[in-house]
Nanobody, 121 residues
Framework: QVQLVESGGGSVQAGGSLRLSCAASGYTDSTHCMAWFRQAPGKEREGVAAFDRGSKPYYANSVRGRFTISQDSEPRLYLQMNGLKPEDTAKYYC?????????????????WGQGTQVTVS
């Protein structure tokens, strides 16, 4: 069973930075593609950044140029968030897609963390 645990959330002023981490365990192979999603109160969950099957990152238009997704071999997933805006306030989730769909379709992601709160004022 894949387990994902996020950390690094917090409160920051507009223009500030945060770095989120996601520790993954229980993988039977290395083919899962990882992603970050977020959900603000009263809004639908949306994809933020992810890796495709070729380990190429892709981003939502709203964060491109400000956020950077990365991963290491542990595996641990990261999201460096710079130039934060109040509209970035949300609970951020790490997710794993065993089929590497290359999309932000949340139904493709079988495994989810519990989320970490990011608040920008």
């Amino acid at each position: 069973q894949v387990q994902l645990v996020e950390s690094g959330g917090g409160s920051v002023q507009a223009g500030g930075s945060l770095r989120l981490s996601c520790a993954a365990s229980g993988y039977t192979d290395s083919t899962h593609c990882m992603a970050w999603f977020r959900q603000a109160p009263g809004k639908e969950r949306e994809g933020v950044a992810a890796f495709d099957r070729g380990s190429k990152p892709y981003y939502a238009n709203s964060v491109r140029g400000r956020f950077t997704i990365s991963q290491d071999s542990e595996p641990r997933l990261y999201l460096q968030m710079n130039g934060l805006k109040p509209e970035d306030t949300a609970k951020y989730y790490c997710a794993a897609d065993p089929r590497c769909s290359g999309t932000f379709d949340s139904f493709q992601f079988d495994f989810w963390g519990q989320g970490t709160q990011v608040t920008v004022s």
